[in-house]
């Protein structure tokens, strides 16, 4: 049997290491019913949750989004036995609408180790599922300057 390949490292130019996640729409209504809101605080921030408010309660799909969004982003970290640090990727909703990732803590450790320096998302959903790609944005290390003889 051949040995498995070795994926690169996150991070690198050249190198984009995409994140996608898909999460049940029903499964997340479930754990809704069954726990209530304040399970989904161990998730999410307090404005990541106002951002999933509208005027009649918690927007299911957009909590969905939110989830996608942040096990995408840290997909793209590419960080092997690690637990995905719920609060310190926050996933907010822009000024024009397009959801924005902000990394906090031990995400933004994990990033800088990569060299990434941000991660861009995109949220879609739809009735029963909610998906999300994010993108590392990776800047590249400055380069040695050579000393002039």
């Known amino acids: 049997m051949p040995a498995r390949p070795a994926a690169p490292p ?14 049940s729409v029903n499964r997340v209504r479930r754990l809704l019913a069954e726990y209530g809101e304040t399970f989904f605080e161990r998730m999410l921030t307090p404005g990541e949750l106002a951002d999933c408010r509208t005027s009649t309660g918690l927007d299911v799909l957009s909590l969905c989004g939110r989830i996608a ?20 990727i926050v996933v907010r909703r822009s000024e024009g609408g397009w959801p924005l990732v902000e990394l906090h803590r031990s995400a933004a450790e994990m990033a800088a180790e990569s060299g990434i320096t941000e991660i861009t998302v995109s949220i879609s959903h739809d009735v029963d599922y909610a998906v999300a790609v994010a993108a590392p944005i990776i800047v590249a290390p400055p380069t040695p300057s050579v000393p002039r003889s």
């Open 10 to 23: 996150a991070g690198g130019l050249g190198w984009a290491n995409l994140g996608m996640d898909i999460v």
């Open 69 to 88: 969004a942040k096990e995408a982003a840290f997909k793209t970290l590419r960080v092997r036995g690690r637990f995905l640090p719920w609060p310190d």
